[in-house]
């Protein structure tokens, strides 16, 4: 227990880090509206992400379960947070400057954002995988579906810049994210 309270310490960090980017992003809309057009894809992706986090962290606490801690296991779910901030760094930069606006921005940076989110979805695999077989057995087929088509949505995401596309995908993804989550917190509960 002793090692997983270490390495949740460091999660919890880089975690906050990330949170704390996306939510002062948040504020500084509010704060100065004017210069910088909203983007609805990119807003959406923003509730996405704060969300993913938010599910993340607490399915990261199964890892208490976890007996045997290795050097490699630690290195693993640090480089796993830190892909998840710089999810969270992509999407407020520090300056939109040249950019237009956040749609030109997000669009112009969509390879970089929607690869690293297809790099975490595969390795979320692995990080479930390490919090035990039943846990990975209880998430069913649907879990290794849903990763599959999340890889295969990003890697088009990656290629095309429709606004359709984007907009329905995020709408899409949270919807479900949204879903999965409920199902697994009342399977959990109940």
């Known amino acids: 227990m002793e090692l997983f309270s270490h390495v949740r310490i460091i999660i919890g960090v880089v975690m906050s880090l990330g949170l704390t980017h996306l939510l002062q992003g ?5 704060q100065h509206p004017e210069p910088r057009k ?5 807003l959406l992706w923003v509730v996405s992400m704060v969300l993913y986090l938010l599910h993340f962290w607490w399915w990261e606490f199964r890892l208490r ?4 801690w290795t050097f490699l296991i630690y290195v693993f779910l640090i480089v796993y947070t830190v892909l998840l901030y ?15 606006d956040f ?5 112009s940076r969509r390879r970089w954002f929607f690869g690293l989110m297809a790099l975490v979805y595969l ?3 692995i990080d479930t995988a390490l919090k035990g077989d039943q846990h990975l057995q ?5 879990y290794l579906v849903r990763i599959a088509v999340y890889v295969v949505l990003c890697l ?3 290629q095309t810049a429709s606004h359709r596309f984007h907009l329905v995908f995020v709408i899409a993804s949270l919807a479900y994210q949204i879903s999965f989550a409920l199902r697994l917190f009342w399977r959990e509960t109940n």
């Open 38 to 42: 909203v983007y609805m894809v990119h």
């Open 103 to 107: 749609e030109e921005y997000f669009l």
């Open 65 to 68: 379960h976890l007996a045997d």
């Open 156 to 158: 088009v995401a990656m």
């Open 26 to 30: 948040i504020a500084s809309l509010v």
């Open 138 to 142: 209880s998430l069913g087929l649907e």
């Open 123 to 125: 390795l979320d695999i």
């Open 86 to 100: 710089l999810l969270c760094s992509l999407l407020f930069p520090r300056r939109l400057a040249p950019y237009a």
